[in-house]
């Protein structure tokens, strides 16, 4: 049993990835808090579900934007100087957002650019802070270390809107916010408390960028000046490495092809009963089955093959958001009276299994892109990973959207399940060199 629970050896060997891990989990609890606050406070302003969800919109395009330039900036200088600077940053955009409610100021329009700046602010501090945790510890060490933040983040996923919905009917937004604004302070100690993590050279010609060239054979110099090369630089090196290319596109064909986040509220109105807290149930079980793989993750960060097990969980992934979609073939959307609790529970455990699948895929598909990428260009192929991450499942909210208004959600769930197996098995096919991907031997 002691080797199915989560490995905490990261957290045994390294105090500042324990403080690192510590106070991240702290302030993501806040962040969710705030996620659900300013949805509240939005609708309350307009009483428009779409003026809700171009909050979207707003954060979105500058973490896009921004995502491959912050990875650029962590490639060039001190990593825990950009996050930092970026979490400072972060800080302050968060006691506005709080000010503005406890003023009443009353305008979306500035909440929009409040959430537009706090993006912008993430699309840079969140590779400097991926990039500097294999600094922290040996690469061995990094599924452990990716299940332990994993773990972490849905457990802020599961019991930030809970506080935050609470904070807002008790206390109003004011109070909600400005809990954020205290938990983030967690971060900003830990991220504080590391040390220096200025970037390292290429060590090989074939790992070195057009920005890391020098004179008659001398050390490659860095460039100071960040700009459009250096982000071009990074997409012309993970063009050349199939292993690490391969975890975004994956990750791609599940997040745009099957994300069902986008069905749940109509599961609840016309399928299972019981409206918006059955889509409450749904979205809670999702994040429940991340925790839990977490948890029993013990094993599973002892694998050697890791690219067979980002398959066989994206797989497992595809097939349980079918099953997911065949229940609600079977009951129809007949909008029924009460909660058909045998329908709930099927389509729950389905989602529930989903969310372990998807927190499996995570851990290693980070582990791959952190350990077979040199550390010189590990910033900006986490800006690539954050722009993937982002906009993936925005995508598929679109992809799966539209398919529901043409054929119903439970089909829409279905197919696309089918359509990401299907579409994951042609690129393994295609690229046979992530099948055979080997930890002991990390190669990009």
Sequence with gaps: MPRLIADLTPLRVSPAFRRLWWGLGVSNIGTQVTV?????????????????????????????ALGLYGGALVDHYDRRRVSLLASAVLWLVTAAIAVQAWLDVGSVNLLYGLVALQSAAFAINNPARTSIVPRLLEPQLMPAANALQTLSMNVALTGGPLIGATLVGWGGYGIAYTLDALLFTAALWAVWRLPAVP?????????????????????????????????????????????????????????????????????????????????????AGFAVGGI????????????????????WAITSWGLCVAAFGAVLVAVGPDAPDGVLWGAVVLAGVALLLAGGSDAISSVFRQSILQTATPDHMRGRLQGVFIVVVAGGPRLGEMVLGSEATWFGEGWAAVVGGLACVAVLWLVVRLQPRFWRYDAHHPEP
């Design 199 to 283: 970037p390292e050279r290429a060590t090989t010609e074939d790992d070195r960028g057009e920005d890391d060239t020098a004179e008659d054979g001398a050390a490659p110099a860095r460039r100071r000046v960040v700009g459009l090369s250096s982000v071009l630089d990074g997409l012309r090196y993970l063009a050349t490495r199939p292993n690490v290319r391969t975890t975004f596109v994956v990750d791609l064909a599940a997040m745009v092809l099957a994300f069902p986040r986008v069905l749940w509220p109509a599961a609840g109105a016309l399928y299972l009963g019981g409206g918006e807290a059955t889509t409450g149930v749904l979205a």
């Design 292 to 311: 839990l793989a977490s948890v029993f993750s013990g094993a599973l960060v002892r694998v050697r093959w890791q690219g067979r097990i980002i398959v």
């Design 36 to 64: 659900v606050a300013v949805g509240l406070q939005v609708y309350a302003l307009t009483g428009s579900t779409l003026a809700v969800g171009t909050l979207g919109i707003a954060a979105l395009v500058p973490l896009v």
